[in-house]
């Protein structure tokens, strides 16, 4: 019984983990966007057909995302809990913050948004992939891309972000300091935080994430 009483407890924390992971995702989003100092590369792109669209970023990053998971089917990936999940739950969390955080005004406050965004922005990364419910749309998308091509998931993110800056510029997306910033720091912040927040596994008690996780989607630059 306690066994099973165990399990039930890690179940609850990994969900626990992966929505507050997913949220804060898109609360860190919105700071940025606030921030107005560039954008994560998918947020440009979401940004960029938002000005376009007229809709919210937040709508915009579901209907992308759902769209990227349709990719999923001719690359044969299976999407999770965690990944249905961070389609709408991130993008929700985007326009729910960017309606509550009031407009930033001064350079001071805008670095200070930035600033909290990345940080943020890591710790959320890290909390719902140590959750191992699958990789979000975008990181699949790129894991998928490295088991069919043969290509190293450094090539592939890096071939799909580049498309994606450079769309989402052209569209009207920001791109600045905290475009850069958040390329060089998002890696070493993840890892960071993926070792703050692993689950054991209930037959190994270890902490170490699962070998299967998308955490090299994301950190292998």
Known sequence: MSTQNSAR?????????????????????????????GLQPWN??????????GMSIGVVS????????????????????????????????????????????????????????????GAAT?????????????????????????????LMRTAVEVAVVVTGFVLGGTIGVGTVLYAVSIGPLAQFFLRVFAVPRASEGSTVVAAGTPGGAILRR
Do not use: C, K
Request: hydrophobic residues 50%.
């Open 9 to 37: 407890r890690q179940l609850l924390r990994r969900l626990v983990q992966l929505y507050a992971g997913l949220a804060l995702y898109g609360a860190s989003s919105a700071l940025l966007v606030e921030a107005g100092l």
């Open 44 to 53: 440009v792109l979401h940004q960029g057909l938002a000005e376009l669209t």
């Open 62 to 121: 579901i209907i992308v995302g759902a769209g990227v998971l349709l990719l999923w089917i001719p690359l044969r990936q299976r999407p999770g809990l965690g990944t249905v999940s961070n389609v709408f739950v991130v993008g929700v969390a985007m326009d729910g913050t960017l309606a509550a955080v009031p407009e930033a005004h001064g350079l001071a406050v805008q670095v200070l948004l930035l600033v909290a965004g990345l940080v943020l922005n």
């Open 126 to 154: 890290g909390l719902y992939i140590a959750a191992r419910f699958g990789p979000g749309p975008r990181d699949g998308l790129m894991t998928g891309l490295h088991r069919r091509t043969g290509r190293s998931i450094r």
